[in-house]
């Protein structure tokens, strides 16, 4: 989103190294390749410095036209995001530091947080949630890619980044140069992560990621006291942790918790007995940091509550969560349809006679569910109303009764009018959850979707 996801070249790109491999020698390979990040770091800082000042620009928008010193460029204007496209997310701050200090009332002191803001923070932003998080109570932050822990380096954030997977070989000198941990599953990669930070004369901080049943990623349990026996030796590893992940934290039958916890602490017996120390210990998240207290270890992993939402219907009555997220846009077109006209593609919906249709422009493009076509509702003027016809991919129509009786007087919609499609206003809530369960999905992945292209507003 922000257009400097990707260091070109700097992951040791194919590019980078065919053209290099038959003149050189590993070892100047690999300095080339730091000179490269030298260089990306430069550009990155002067990007950044862009992205700020532009950034500012928007929060306080003038009406000045800049004129730009580079003649080959197109003049900009400096609009709010909700000037550009009448759709967006508004991110509480507020919600996600009361979220923080819930949770941090819920699992007590001398618990170590790592927020977790992989997915572009789910949908809300990864580096805003982060300084949040951080300001919060969190110490440790967590992402799903060795791109996602850049992007917080470059916006200065210090605190320790682990990435959740163990990432490509190629991507280790990044790794090494932005201090982010790897988590480490397999032993090829381990060796690869000793050698080259031995190279660079250091020992790279790693966490062992321990399959305890989940069955997705991680040494068996029954193996990792050997794993970690054998890589022991390395001057080039320093093992800073051991975690597993849960696959029913959020079910209601906890037996198969309770056996993955048990698998995890036999392998935790097993390590300190070969006389190495796990170091953090990690195993919640969310939904168990909430539920177990046996289950926090030295740390918890925290993503889904922290953003407001409860990964399940259990964890409800434990802990007071808020949403941050609300999506907000505004009515762009209204007209009266005659009866038995279609409206949108397909004309899945015909107008019943005094309806007004107003359009708000977002749509499946910005995570808004094309399932969910005729089958959801909006809020306007703090009235429910019927969303009809397909759902576009930039637009979306939905149906003012102009039908009026004494309880409800006829409610006037114009092009301006605010409409929240997601969110709480009074005592009406459009939750991610609701939406998410009229789908069958979840709200996580709800909430990522609309993170993708809609501008984000901070309040
Ligand atoms: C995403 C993730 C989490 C966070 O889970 P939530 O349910 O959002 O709290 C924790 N640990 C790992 C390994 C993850 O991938």
Not at 82 to 97: G, K, L, P
Not at 115 to 138: P, T
Not at 425 to 435: H, K, N, P, R
């Amino acid at each position: 989103m922000d257009g400097i996801r990707v260091i070109e070249g700097g992951l040791g790109s194919k590019r980078e190294k065919d053209s290099n491999q038959e003149t050189q020698n590993e070892e100047q390979h690999e300095l080339n390749l730091f000179d490269l990040f030298e260089q990306d770091v430069n550009m990155i800082q002067k990007q950044s410095c862009e992205a700020q000042a532009e950034e500012e620009a928007i929060m306080t928008p003038s009406t000045d036209v800049e004129q730009n010193d580079n003649d080959t460029q197109a003049e900009e204007i400096e609009l709010p995001a909700y000037d550009r496209r009448w759709a967006w997310v508004e991110i509480d701050r507020e919600a996600i530091r009361h979220n923080l200090l819930a949770i941090r009332k819920r699992i007590g002191p001398g618990i170590k947080i790592m927020a977790i803001v992989k997915a572009d923070g789910y949908g809300h932003g990864a580096i805003e949630s982060a300084h949040i998080a951080l300001a919060n109570g969190a110490e440790f932050l967590g992402v799903a890619d060795v791109d996602e822990g850049v992007e917080l380096r470059r916006a200065n954030i210090t605190a320790p980044i682990l990435i959740l997977t163990e990432p490509p070989q190629e991507s280790i000198p990044v790794i090494l140069r932005y201090n982010l941990i790897p988590t480490v599953t397999t032993m090829e990669y381990a060796l690869a992560l000793g050698e080259k930070a031995d190279a660079a004369g250091r020992a790279a901080p790693y966490h062992l990621k321990i399959d305890t049943g989940m069955n997705r990623i991680g040494v068996h349990y029954s193996d990792a006291a050997d794993f970690l026996r054998t890589i022991s030796f390395h001057r080039g590893l320093d093992l800073q942790g051991v975690f597993t992940h849960f696959a029913t934290a959020d079910e209601s039958d906890s037996y198969e918790f309770r056996l993955q916890l048990e698998h995890f602490n036999r392998s935790l017996d097993e390590i300190r007995y070969m006389g190495i120390n796990p170091g953090l210990v990690h195993a919640a998240n969310s939904a168990a940091a909430i539920r177990y207290k046996h289950a926090h270890f030295n740390m918890v992993r925290i993503g889904l509550a922290m953003y407001g939402m409860h990964p399940s219907e259990i964890t409800r009555d434990l802990i007071d969560l808020r949403p941050a997220m609300s999506v907000r846009t505004r009515v762009t077109f209204v007209k009266s349809v005659p009866v038995g006209e279609g409206v949108s593609y397909s004309y899945t919906y015909r107008s019943p006679g005094s309806v007004l249709i107003a359009t708000i422009p977002i749509g499946y493009g910005d995570g808004l569910p094309r399932a969910l076509t005729n089958r959801m509702q909006v809020l306007v003027k703090g009235r429910l109303c019927p969303q009809v016809g397909n759902i576009c991919m930039d637009m979306t129509m939905f149906e003012v009764d102009q039908r009026s009786s004494q309880l409800k007087p006829r409610l006037s919609v114009e092009v301006g009018d605010e409409v929240l499609v997601i969110g709480r206003a009074g005592d009406i809530e459009l939750s991610l959850d609701s939406m998410a369960e009229a789908l069958g999905t979840i709200n996580y992945e709800l909430a990522c979707r609309f993170g993708l292209r809609l501008q984000r507003i901070f309040k």
